[in-house]
């Protein structure tokens, strides 16, 4: 058996500096912290979260007054930040830069008088939070049948937003579609998908023809994990989406297989070394790194750490 382990996999810039800022503030101010919604969707980090007294809601009542609440890497709408000011909670902001920047535009565009068309999954974290900013302006698309499907004045105006965690290739699909049925549609340049989300795209697009097997680290819940094992899917492969070495299956492998192993934005490295140590074990695996993109990006923790790290 062979393995070829993705470059780049794993976590991202805003998963990092998520992490790292609740880690901080557990520090700083202890348990319990509150966070809304799962820190990142991984249940494995939140499992980690949980031990070590976070507590996760999806109200901002369930936080009680006064109390710290984190704010995940996918953002909150406006309605959020004033609910917590109003319950006076001590708010710390991860959302990642990279979804503030959709926010802000999600902003810009409704202000100049733009109906927005935005691709992405109705009822995911990231999709919530930015239709908050302009709840009147936004119609959210999940894909080319729903464009078909779109009744909006063929004049109008119109701009269209992306989720940051989607497809690149069928993505590319919908926003052609919208620019077909509605021509004077403008957008942010190409589409809102992040680095982190096409680089890993890529990887596994680029290492696939080479495997039998693929194995994706993530869960089932997050959007760009999801993404990595849909391309294997798509390129006839037997793919495998998993947590950690617990799910997997030792009949899903022959021992000639070359098994491509690759983790979403927000799955931990140690979970990827027990999987491939596992293959090494059972199936006497050779090892192969293979790098398709490097990346240095990094954010800097919530500016409301920065200062308390400062000092
Ligand atoms: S996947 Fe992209 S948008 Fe999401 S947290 Fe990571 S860098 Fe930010």
Same mark, same amino acid.
């Given at each position: 058996?062979?393995?070829?382990?993705?470059?780049?996999?794993?976590?991202?810039?805003?998963?990092?500096?998520?992490?790292?800022?609740?880690?901080?503030?557990?520090?700083?101010?202890?348990?319990?912290?509150?966070?809304?919604?799962?820190?990142?969707?991984? *249940?494995?980090?939140?499992?980690?979260?949980?031990?070590?007294?976070?507590?996760?809601?999806?109200?901002?009542?369930?936080?009680?007054?006064?109390?710290?609440?984190?704010? %995940?890497?996918?953002?909150?709408?406006?309605?959020? *930040?004033?609910?917590?000011? +109003? *319950?006076?909670?001590?708010?710390?902001?991860?959302?990642?830069?990279?979804?503030?920047?959709?926010?802000?535009?999600?902003?810009?565009?409704?202000?100049? &008088?733009?109906?927005?068309?935005?691709?992405?999954?109705? &009822?995911?974290?990231?999709?919530?939070?930015?239709?908050?900013?302009?709840?009147?302006?936004?119609?959210?698309?999940?894909?080319?049948?729903?464009?078909?499907?779109?009744? !909006?004045?063929?004049? &109008?105006?119109?701009?269209?937003?992306?989720?940051?965690?989607?497809?690149?290739? +069928?993505?590319?699909?919908?926003?052609?579609?919208?620019?077909?049925?509605?021509?004077?549609?403008?957008?942010? &340049?190409?589409?809102?998908?992040?680095?982190?989300?096409?680089?890993?795209?890529?990887?596994?697009?680029?290492?696939?023809?080479?495997?039998?097997?693929? !194995?994706?680290?993530? %869960?089932?819940?997050?959007?760009? %994990?999801?993404?990595?094992?849909?391309?294997?899917?798509?390129?006839?492969?037997?793919?495998?989406?998993?947590? %950690?070495?617990?799910?997997?299956?030792?009949?899903?492998?022959?021992?000639?297989?070359?098994? !491509?192993?690759?983790?979403?934005?927000?799955?931990?490295?140690?979970?990827?070394?027990?999987?491939?140590?596992? !293959?090494?074990?059972?199936?006497?695996?050779?090892?192969?790194?293979?790098?398709?993109?490097?990346?240095?990006?990094?954010?800097?923790?919530?500016?409301?750490? *920065?200062?308390?790290?400062?000092?």
């Amino acid at each position: 058996m062979k393995i070829i382990l993705a470059n780049p996999r794993g976590f991202c810039a805003g998963v990092n500096m998520a992490i790292e800022a609740l880690e901080t503030a557990l520090k700083k101010f202890g348990s319990p912290i509150y966070v809304y919604h799962e820190i990142v969707h991984n *249940r494995p980090i939140v499992e980690r979260f949980r031990n070590k007294g976070v507590i996760f809601v999806d109200t901002i009542d369930e936080v009680p007054a006064g109390q710290t609440v984190l704010y %995940s890497a996918h953002g909150v709408s406006p309605e959020i *930040r004033k609910h917590s000011r +109003e *319950r006076n909670l001590r708010a710390i902001d991860a959302t990642c830069p990279l979804v503030t920047k959709v926010h802000m535009e999600a902003v810009k565009f409704a202000k100049d &008088g733009y109906t927005i068309l935005y691709i992405g999954h109705e &009822g995911h974290d990231e999709v919530v939070g930015t239709m908050g900013e302009a709840p009147e302006s936004i119609v959210v698309v999940e894909d080319v049948e729903d464009v078909d499907a779109l009744t !909006l004045p063929a004049d &109008g105006k119109y701009a269209f937003l992306t989720q940051t965690t989607l497809s690149v290739d +069928e993505t590319k699909l919908v926003i052609d579609r919208l620019k077909a049925k509605y021509p004077q549609i403008i957008g942010p &340049g190409k589409d809102d998908i992040c680095y982190a989300t096409q680089n890993r795209q890529e990887a596994v697009r680029d290492l696939v023809p080479e495997a039998d097997v693929v !194995l994706v680290l993530g %869960s089932q819940n997050s959007s760009n %994990s999801s993404r990595l094992a849909e391309i294997a899917r798509l390129s006839d492969r037997r793919s495998y989406l998993i947590d %950690s070495v617990a799910e997997m299956d030792d009949a899903w492998f022959c021992p000639e297989d070359t098994v !491509l192993v690759t983790a979403g934005a927000s799955a931990p490295e140690d979970h990827v070394q027990a999987v491939v140590d596992h !293959l090494v074990e059972k199936f006497q695996a050779t090892v192969e790194s293979r790098v398709v993109r490097e990346e240095h990006v990094s954010f800097p923790l919530p500016k409301e750490l *920065r200062v308390l790290v400062r000092n």
